[in-house]
């Protein structure tokens, strides 16, 4: 079993950043390949970034990709998700996601087992 909690998401003006944080408990958080994803008012989850087990891989959706930085701290059962430029249409909430034995490039949110409880993030115009 894995628990996780998000933090660091609020209200940030066009261009701004945010750092997200994903603290995890549980004794295997190394084992588990780690995920970002976000939902929009009125549209389905997407998948964001995915981290491999040992930081060593990562995956980017088109729409974030060379603004938003994945990474993990395994000492600290942590993953971060720090977001840069944003824009409007990065609003969303954002939830991280655990899951065992699948590929970081997995966009799928069946995939994942595990999920945080979500953090708002919005960015105004």
């Known amino acids: 079993q894995v628990q996780l909690v998000e933090s660091g998401g609020g209200l940030v003006q066009a261009g701004g950043s945010l750092r997200l944080s994903c603290a995890a408990s549980?004794?295997?958080?190394?084992?588990?390949?780690m995920g970002w994803f976000r939902q929009a008012p009125g549209k389905e989850r997407e998948f964001v970034a995915g981290?491999?087990?040992?930081?060593?891989?990562?995956s980017y959706a088109d729409s974030v990709k060379g603004r938003f930085t994945i990474s993990r701290d395994n000492a600290k059962n942590t993953v971060y998700l720090q977001m840069n430029s944003l824009k409007p249409e990065d609003t969303a909430v954002y939830y991280c996601?655990?899951?065992?034995?699948?590929?970081?490039?997995?966009?799928?949110?069946?995939?994942?087992?595990?999920w945080g409880q979500g953090t708002q993030v919005t960015v105004s115009s």
């Open positions: 996601a655990a899951a065992t034995g699948v590929a970081v490039t997995t966009v799928s949110e069946y995939e994942y087992d595990y």
């Open positions: 549980g004794r295997t958080f190394s084992t588990y390949t």
């Open positions: 981290i491999r087990w040992s930081g060593a891989m990562t």
